[in-house]
C-alpha cells in the first residue's frame, strides 16, 4: 500500500495552542464556515460555527442570528436560539465590563431606562428577579445577576441536558432571559451611552440583539432605537 494511502488526514487544531500570539487567537473560528459545523470536533460545534460567523464579519447582524438552510428549522430551531443566548450573555459580559467605575450604585441606585413611549416623563424601573421576592438592585447588580442567571439556567441539565436538543417546555425559558438581557442594552445605551457607542461600533452586538429578539420573538426591542445601531453598522462597513 502506497504510504499517501495510508496517511491521515490532519484535521488543524481547533484551539489556541500554547505559544498561540494574542493576535492569532480564536483565528481557527474564521475558516468555520468552510466546515459544517457537524464536522467540527467535540459538542460545541454549533456555538464555533456562530462564533466563526461573528468573527468574519459582525456587522452581518441578520446573516450570523438566521438559522442555516441546511439546517431544518423543526430540529434545529430551539438549539440555535439556545446557543445564540450563551454567546449573547457571554459578550453582553464584555459590555458590562466596560462600565466598569461609571455604572455605580451612587449614579445608577436602580435599574432603569427611559420610556420609549413618553422619553420626558419618569424612566421605567425594573425589579430584580434574582431574589426570593424581587426588588431593586443598582443597574451594575442587575446587570451581574441577570448574566449569572442566565448562565446558571443554561447549565443547568435539568431543563437543558443537550446541546443538540431543547424541549418546548425549556423554551419558554427564552423570552424571559431576553427581556432582562435587554434592560441591561438599553440601560448602557441611554445612560452609558458613549461607552455602548464605542463598543457597539466594534461588535455590533446591540444590533444584533435587538435583531435576534425581534425576528425570534422573543421580546419588544422599543427600549432601543434600532435605527442608530443601523445607522453605526452601516458606517462600519463604509470605512472598509
Given amino acids: 500500500m502506497d504510504s499517501k494511502d495510508s496517511e491521515e488526514i490532519e484535521i488543524a487544531p481547533r484551539a489556541n495552542l500554547p505559544g498561540t500570539k494574542a493576535a492569532n487567537f480564536f483565528k481557527f473560528r474564521k475558516e468555520a464556515d468552510h466546515i459544517p459545523f457537524t ?25 450570523i442570528i438566521s ?25 453582553l459580559g464584555d459590555l458590562t465590563l466596560s462600565l466598569d467605575g461609571k455604572c455605580i450604585p451612587e ?26 421576592r424581587p426588588h431593586d438592585c443598582c443597574a451594575i447588580d ?65 444590533l444584533r440583539f435587538v435583531l435576534y429578539c425581534a425576528k425570534y420573538s422573543l421580546a419588544e426591542t422599543d427600549l432601543i432605537p434600532t435605527e442608530e445601531l443601523k445607522r453605526i453598522r452601516d458606517e462600519s462597513r463604509s470605512k472598509k
Fill in 39 to 63: 464536522e467540527i470536533p467535540g459538542s460545541f460545534g454549533l456555538q464555533e460555527f456562530i462564533l466563526g460567523n461573528i468573527e468574519r464579519d459582525p456587522t452581518d447582524c441578520e446573516g
Fill in 67 to 91: 438559522l442555516p438552510s441546511s439546517l431544518p428549522k423543526e430540529k434545529w430551531i430551539n438549539v440555535w436560539i439556545l446557543e445564540h443566548t450563551r454567546i449573547f450573555a457571554w459578550q
Fill in 107 to 132: 449614579s445608577c441606585p436602580v435599574m432603569a431606562v427611559p420610556s420609549p413611549s413618553s422619553p420626558a416623563s419618569k424612566p421605567l424601573q425594573f425589579l430584580c428577579a434574582a431574589h426570593k
Fill in 142 to 206: 442587575y446587570a451581574l445577576h441577570a448574566l449569572d442567571g442566565t448562565s446558571s439556567l443554561l447549565h443547568n441539565s435539568s431543563y437543558f441536558p443537550s446541546r443538540t436538543e431543547v424541549s418546548g417546555q425549556s423554551f419558554k425559558f427564552f423570552k424571559n432571559l431576553a427581556r432582562r438581557l435587554l434592560r441591561v442594552f438599553a440601560h448602557a445605551f441611554h445612560v452609558h451611552h458613549d461607552e455602548f457607542i464605542e463598543f457597539e461600533k466594534r461588535t455590533h452586538l446591540g
